[in-house]
């Protein structure tokens, strides 16, 4: 066998070496330029918002997820956890409002109370992995069965209704509508628009993705730039010198496990806003997605590697695949091939590539 | 280990964490006698039977897996895939004409050795490619989902030859008071109020299952091959160094994973007379790996049991059918069985520890 050394000179080796790390983005890359061939409509700004949106519930998945993939473990409640408080936030809403407050507080009371019990499935699963030591897979299976039966009897097996327009509203709304000729608007499109001009509206910025987005900036920061950050990567690299070296292991494992179940009740939350209803299988076929894109974004199940902005792009690989091929009136079925195969490459890719190049070092 | 030092009580206590789970079996069970209505009736026993026994199969084969270390998470798809497959070969060929003694043994057989490409796949990923289980097999999972919609559109495959349905849920005997036994078909010229009494003994579907599952525990406690599983499971490298084939053994056990997986698939089709693919598969992986936890398994590898899973599997059955014939909502089930597994674990680890210590 040839190998690349041989074939290569100095600088050629050290492109391919980037190209190996880099090659998802470009990947991403070639899969919105040949969706913008080959579909109609695909490239606008409505549609590439549209893309956003439609990935902002992997996107939050993920980014929790990323956390806990770095530590070495896995968190397969996301997605059931992300039913529960979906339900919670609704139903939380609807009783307010019943109660007769006005739907600004309702909706605010819910969002703050949601956001904060979420942190509770997190809590149960970190102290299980960390102080139990019940390998993350068991401890977040079992969450898995608790919160999947917790929202389906708390809702009765019936989504939830009822909700205040206002709950659309916002989870539909853009933060700036430009109309040609009228100039901006903040949060509302201009009033008492004829038809032609709600055809012109533009409207930028997603309420839903421009909120995820900033949340996940935040512990993007969080996980590269705080102590905490490097912690998370020295548990996943080898917990016991992690130990030896004086990091609290337990008390950041709990931390991340709680991360995870916080970035899950938020698109929870999210969901309720978007869709104005509050589902026990909102989040169910999400899970393996996210797991999916944080790997496919660079990390490794093994622990230690990953990082915030390769779940990004891992997740809008397969959000502008779900949405391509919507796009091009293909039938939805494909899409779960092409993510199994890309999943299985990318790992491929990840272990042969680099080592292959590095080899002639 | 200082085993025959201890005294009684302690030998009880160890014995006890070991065998936890038959002991729970035995308590389910009783107390569903009181909450549940003819809980204890041959009906009851043979649907218990006869629910668990799919989910039994897709558990033996992933104890298969998890003893060595792994995970196999596609094998609730690859069950679908198998049985739109089969059906699918059934209900064509039974519709250009063919009889139904040559299409039904054909879709059988054409399933289960189609099920064990996808166990080839992944054990070559695994063993040879070193893609992590959990990678492999959640990739294998999206092919097989996605495959099986192509195949069914979304629908399940009806219009199979009648006989499918007599095959599956037919019994070795039956037995009519008054009438007595008739053996491998009902009686004849039986009448409409008959039917109600009509008492069915020994399913085949079960026969089947349980002669597969006796063998397979054979294989894995008494032959070398068993053996192997269990070392590779305990240390890889080891393994390795001790001259043991591994990547052969590795790729062996993700094939017969998925042979079960498909074997469930082609029983489901039997049984319920339709080629039936469940979108997210009704999370039948997970349950899967449950029991084969709560049977006694550790995710780390070198645990574990047919005996065991059988155990697990049956637990899941029982709380499954006893929620319902005592009236309880469904979904507390999903509570149950998710702490019964985090107990399961927690008790593994810690309870025969602190006996030692």
Request: aromatic share 12%; with cysteine.
């Amino acid at each position: 066998m040839r190998r690349v050394d041989m074939v290569l000179s100095e600088k050629g080796r050290e492109r391919l070496y980037l190209l190996g790390k880099s090659w998802i983005f470009l990947f991403l890359l070639g899969e919105a330029v040949i969706f913008s061939f080959i579909g109609t409509g695909f490239f606008s700004a409505k549609n590439f918002q549209n893309i956003l949106v439609a990935s902002t519930t992997i996107l939050l998945l993920a980014a929790g997820e990323t956390f806990v993939i770095i530590t070495g473990g896995i968190d397969l409640s996301v997605g059931f956890v992300m039913g529960l408080f979906c339900v919670i936030s609704a139903k939380i809403i609807v009783s307010l409002q019943a109660l007769g407050f006005s739907p600004v507080v309702s909706l605010v009371v819910s969002i703050a109370g949601t956001l904060l019990l979420g942190l509770l499935p997190g809590l149960l699963n970190g102290v299980l992995v960390a102080k139990l030591r019940v390998p993350p897979f068991i401890a977040t299976f079992g969450m898995y069965g608790i919160a999947y039966g917790l929202s389906e009897i708390l809702c009765n097996n019936v989504p939830i209704a009822g909700l205040p327009s206002l709950v659309g509203f916002i989870g539909n709304g853009y933060l700036l509508y430009y109309l040609p000729g009228r100039g901006f608007t903040w949060f509302a499109p201009p009033e008492g628009l004829g038809r032609g001009e709600v055809r012109a509206l533009l409207a930028l910025f997603p309420n839903v993705f421009l909120f995820a987005i900033l949340v996940v900036l935040i512990f993007a920061f969080i996980l590269s730039r705080t102590q905490f950050g490097q912690h998370v990567y020295a548990i996943g690299g080898n917990i016991d010198a992690a130990r030896r070296a004086g990091i609290p292991v337990e008390r950041d494992l709990i931390r991340v496990y709680m991360i995870s179940s916080f970035f899950a009740a938020l698109s929870g939350v999210m969901y309720t806003l978007r869709f104005v209803t509050g589902r026990a299988d909102a989040g169910s076929a999400r899970m393996l997605d996210s797991v999916v894109a944080v790997v496919i974004g660079g990390a490794s199940l093994y622990g230690g590697t990953g990082n915030m902005i390769g779940s990004i792009i891992g997740t809008l690989v397969i959000g502008v695949l779900e949405t391509g091929m919507v796009n091009l009136g293909l039938p939805t079925y494909n899409k779960y091939v092409y993510v199994g195969v890309i999943l299985v490459l990318a790992v491929l890719i990840d272990q042969f590539f680099p080592e292959m190049v590095r080899k002639g070092e | 280990m200082a085993y025959s030092h201890f005294g009684y009580g302690q030998r009880f206590a160890v014995q006890l964490g070991r065998n936890w789970v038959a002991l729970f079996l035995v308590i389910l069970v009783v107390l569903f006698s009181f909450t549940g209505r003819g809980f204890f009736s041959p009906k009851t026993l043979n649907n218990i039977l006869l629910t668990s026994s799919p989910a039994l199969l897709l558990a033996a084969g992933e104890t298969f897996v998890i003893i060595t270390g792994g995970i196999d998470l596609s094998v609730g798809f690859v069950r679908g895939l198998i049985s739109v497959i089969s059906a699918i070969i059934m209900r064509d060929l039974y519709a250009r004409g063919y009889s139904p003694s040559f299409c039904i043994p054909l879709g059988i057989v054409v399933g289960l050795a189609l099920g064990l490409l996808p166990g080839l796949i992944n054990g070559v990923l695994v063993a040879r490619f070193r893609v992590p289980p959990f990678i492999a097999t959640l990739g294998m999972y999206g092919v097989a989902n996605g495959f099986a919609l192509r195949f069914s559109k979304g629908f399940p495959i009806t219009f199979l030859p009648p006989e499918v349905g007599q095959i599956g849920n037919g019994f070795f005997a039956y037995f009519l008071p008054g009438r007595g036994l008739s053996f491998f078909a009902r009686h004849a010229d039986i009448v409409e109020g008959e039917m109600r009494n009509l008492i069915g003994i020994v399913p085949y579907a079960i026969v089947v299952v349980a002669v597969l599952l006796l063998i397979f525990a054979f294989i894995l406690s008494r032959t070398q091959f068993g053996q192997h599983v269990y070392a590779i499971g305990g240390n890889i490298d080891a393994a390795r160094r001790a001259g043991i084939p591994v990547e052969r053994d590795l790729i062996r056990v993700y094939m017969i994973s998925s042979f079960f997986a498909a074997l469930s698939g082609v029983m489901s089709t039997l049984i319920f007379s339709i080629g039936t693919h469940t979108q997210f598969s009704a999370s039948l992986e997970l349950f899967a790996i449950a029991a084969v936890v709560i049977g006694g398994a550790s995710l780390m590898g070198g645990k574990g049991s047919i005996g065991g899973t059988t155990l697990g599997v049956l637990v899941l059955a029982l709380l499954e059918i006893g929620f319902l014939m005592s009236g309880i909502l469904p979904f507390y089930r999903y509570i149950a069985v998710g702490t019964i597994l985090i107990f399961a674990v927690v008790i593994d680890q810690t309870f025969p520890e602190i006996i030692y210590e």
